[in-house]
Each structure stands twice: as C-alpha cells, then as structure tokens.
Nanobody, 123 residues
Framework: QVQVVESGGGLVQAGGSLRLSCDAS????????VGWYRQAPGKQRELVAL???????KYGDFVKSRFTLFRDRVKETLYLQMNNLNPEDTAVYHC?????????????????WGQGTQVTVSS
C-alpha cells in the first residue's frame, strides 16, 4: 500500500523556523518523496520545492532563499527546512512522491500525495 507521510508542521511565530519531513513507501511500488507543495485556504496549490532525479532543485518564487530542500540519502527521507517564516506561509504542506525506477524531471507533480501537515505562522 502506498503511503506518503509528512511530519514537522505546527504553530510558529513570524521569523521562526520549522523543518518538515517526508517518507514514502509503496509496497510493490517503489516510490520516494520528490517535493513539497502547499495550499492555503481559498488559494490554489503551489510549488514550494522539488528535486528531480538529476539532483536539480526548484523552489517556488516566494521562497526567496528562506527554505532549503534536502534528502537523507540513506533513508530517502525528504526534508524542507523553513526559516524566517511569515504569516503568508500559513498553509497545509503536502509531500509529493514519484517512482524510484523512473526518471523524474520535475515538470509536473508525481502521482502520489501525502495528507499534508499544517503550518501556521502567527504575526
């Protein structure tokens, strides 16, 4: 059974930091987390950061060097370090996963999603 599980969300004051983590498992389908997206109430889902199979990382325009995406190469856990958070970063953050055995170019989200973790930034 495919599972994409996020953790690390919470409530933080403006200027604070959070680190999100994502693990993915697929049973017969080998998958790994490849990116983070977020969705705020009344807004469309938007890219936060993704990493393609070549190791190239793409960030959303709003990130402005505040966030860092990185992977634990042993466990394949995908992390999103978020610094200098502001209230506009309040959203549900969803992890996205793709197949381990296929090349992921990052042009579109992978087929698997986590339930999301809430990030709330107070002013």
């Amino acid at each position: 059974q495919v599972q994409v599980v996020e953790s690390g969300g919470g409530l933080v004051q403006a200027g604070g930091s959070l680190r999100l983590s994502c693990d993915a498992s697929g049973g017969d389908v080998r998958i790994k987390p490849v990116g983070w997206y977020r969705q705020a109430p009344g807004k469309q889902r938007e890219l936060v950061a993704l990493i393609n199979t070549s190791g190239n990382i793409k960030y959303g325009d709003f990130v402005k060097s505040r966030f860092t995406l990185f992977r634990d190469r042993v466990k394949e856990t995908l992390y999103l370090q978020m610094n200098n958070l502001n209230p506009e970063d309040t959203a549900v953050y969803h992890c996205n996963a793709f197949y381990v055995r296929s090349y992921y170019d990052g042009s579109a989200p992978g087929p698997y999603w986590g339930q999301g973790t809430q990030v709330t930034v107070s002013s």
